[in-house]
């Protein structure tokens, strides 16, 4: 093989494996920050641009701030025992890892998305870039404002009304003794006469006759 050859061959492997690269690869999309949530979880969406129809893997992994090569799978497709993390498919290319619990340990720790996709006969692994959390403003103790007095008009409005309840409420009491008086009083100027019973009869006196 001479040196032209060999210069075109090269090329048009270089071309073709360009190409295959091109309609086999693809991305891993992932947001740079995430704000943790009041309640100690935040939410770190996954998505992948590869033309399938589902994943042969998908998982979530903490990458130390300080040592990029150490990572550490937390959860991934089908484990079911991932310790303090939910996850949820909402398209066939797009998950989210529900982080709970967070503490200051997992402050010190990015998040890193990765994906495995068929395509072919072939299996390709992908990363995205991974995800800093942010630290969110904490729930504060819950503060019970006291009412505030009402105002001075509003007072006077009140004591009117309860003055006029109980004038109502004495004046009912009131007419009620009064008519209990009247139903059961004694008449006035009353002239008591004795009843004579009537004389009985006397009995007819009565013959006797002696045979």
């Not at 770190?44 to 150490?70: F, I, M, Q, Y």
């Amino acid at each position: 093989m001479t040196a032209c050859s060999f210069n075109i061959f090269l090329k048009v492997t270089i071309y073709l494996g360009f190409i295959l690269q091109l309609s086999h690869g693809f991305e891993v999309i992932q947001p740079k920050n995430r704000t943790v949530n009041p309640d100690g979880s935040v939410s770190v969406p996954c998505e992948h641009t590869a033309d399938v129809k589902t994943v042969e893997d998908v998982g979530l992994k903490a990458v130390s701030l300080t040592n990029r090569t150490e990572k550490q799978r937390l959860c991934r497709k089908g484990k079911k025992d991932c310790k303090n993390i939910t996850m949820l498919q909402e398209n066939p290319k797009k998950w989210h890892f529900i982080i709970l619990n967070i503490g200051p340990q997992a402050m010190t720790m990015t998040y890193e998305c990765e994906f495995t996709v068929k395509i072919g006969d072939l299996d390709y692994t992908k990363t995205g870039t991974p995800t800093t959390l942010l630290p969110g403003q904490k729930e504060g103790p819950c503060i019970i404002h006291p009412t505030p007095p009402p105002a001075p008009h509003q007072l006077r409005w009140i004591l009117i009304g309860l003055l006029a309840l109980i004038f109502l409420y004495s004046f009912v009491i009131t007419s009620l003794y009064i008519s209990l008086r009247c139903c059961y009083r004694e008449p006035e100027n009353c002239t008591y006469v004795e009843m004579r019973k009537a004389p009985q009869p006397r009995n007819p006196p009565m013959d006797i006759y002696c045979g």
